[in-house]
């Protein structure tokens, strides 16, 4: 609809329909400690009734993110790897070109608040050793393997998916608003497809201001500037 773009003044407010259902996207996790009792809860496709410490599982991105709130976090989260260095390489090599839409439809949203989790979260290797379970040193152990390697960069350092965030739609903007501005009726769906919700609302926007504009220009008696009464008279009496 035209004034779909209205819903980007609520964005990130705790009651957009956007913000729950990016909230909703499913986020790989690892257990840091064992959860009793909580299989059918946090599981319900497990057999298992107790969950162990280092489990993999899945869960909504607001349940992990309430979950890693405390100070020792009872789950680590897996950055997505849309959401990784390999990502920002791809966007930096070309963003305009990236069907977005494809990666996620809250993409942008979803993002901000895995920007938000602690870093002590997503990075094990930041907490103290002592106290540490043996899931954890094996994590620790496998990350510092993986990065012998050094074309490879720390996902989870603090800024790391903010700054990607920040490339994509600088990248994506000029062309999500020149295509508003400039595509035909037949082009925009095929624009669209490529966009997430965000980019999807700013291209709404430009398409609204731009049909504006153009009843403005083609206005036929309506809305031009006319001499006064008394400026008429002034002239006369002059």
């Not at 504006?212 to 002059?238: D, F, I, K, M, P």
Request: overall charge neutral; glycine content about 8%.
């Amino acid at each position: 609809p035209a004034d779909r773009y209205k819903s980007l003044e609520h964005a990130g407010s705790y009651l957009s329909l956007d913000d729950i259902l990016a909230t909703s996207a499913r986020l790989p996790c690892r257990l840091r400690m064992p959860l009793p009792g909580m299989g059918a809860v946090l599981a319900p496709g497990r057999a298992e009734v107790d969950l162990a410490s280092g489990t993999q599982l899945e869960m909504p991105l607001w349940l992990a993110t309430a979950l890693c709130a405390s100070r020792r976090p009872s789950l680590r989260p897996s950055l997505p790897r849309h959401y990784s260095v390999l990502q920002k390489r791809e966007f930096e090599a070309g963003a305009s070109v990236v069907n977005l839409r494809r990666l996620g439809p809250y993409y942008y949203q979803v993002g901000v608040h895995l920007a938000r989790l602690p870093s002590t979260a997503l990075h094990p290797a930041a907490e103290e050793g002592a106290g540490r379970s043996d899931a954890d040193e094996e994590e620790s152990r496998a990350a510092k393997r993986a990065k012998t390697d050094a074309g490879t960069a720390d996902d989870t350092k603090p800024g790391a998916v903010a700054a990607l965030l920040e490339t994509a739609l600088r990248d994506r903007l000029q062309g999500v608003l020149d295509g508003s501005l400039h595509a035909s009726r037949e082009q925009t769906p095929s624009l669209i497809a490529r966009l997430d919700e965000l980019e999807e609302a700013l291209f709404s926007a430009g398409q609204e201001r731009a049909y504006e504009l153009h009843r403005w220009h083609c206005r036929v008696g309506v809305g031009q500037l006319t001499c006064s009464n008394a400026a008429q008279r002034l002239q006369h009496q002059q």
